[in-house]
């Protein structure tokens, strides 16, 4: 199962949600879950979503490394910056991993996986609205 979590930055509440059966690249996920983003909002996300920047003009992922050519310092720092900015969508997964559903390997219906998933996610927003 894949699952891909959109977080709202200031609240760090979970927006939509989306899911696949089996392995999936990330980006193909994003690009099958049709979510729309308005142009003038920012998109940060890991490497796993490369190709985003020709969807989505307003989007910024970390430079990635080849094995022939190291990252400069000035990237370095930028791939810095975008983790730092990308730490309230970790913290909002890490809350949603408490409960197990996707932190270890789910043995019950597939059918039933985006219903208790979005379940634990309305729960972890309720908890951050105090």
């Known amino acids: 199962m894949k699952t891909q979590v959109v977080v709202d930055k200031k609240s760090r509440k979970i927006i939509c949600t989306s899911f696949t059966n089996g392995k ?66 970790e913290h909002a997964i890490g809350f949603v991993k408490r409960f197990r559903i996707i932190s270890e390997k789910y043995r019950n219906r597939r059918s039933r996986f985006s219903l208790r998933f979005n379940l634990i996610a309305g729960i972890c927003n309720y908890e951050l609205s105090f």
């Not at 980006?27 to 490497?47: C, G, M, Q, Y």
């Not at 910024?60 to 309230?88: C, G």
């Open 24 to 89: 999936r690249h990330d980006f193909r996920l994003f690009k099958e879950s049709k979510v729309r983003v308005l142009p003038n909002i920012e998109i940060k996300t890991d490497t796993g979503y490369q190709g985003i920047e020709k969807i989505h003009a307003n989007s910024e992922l970390p430079k990635k490394r080849s094995k022939k050519k190291h990252l400069s310092k000035e990237d370095k720092r930028s791939n810095r910056d975008i983790a730092s900015e990308r730490v309230s969508n």
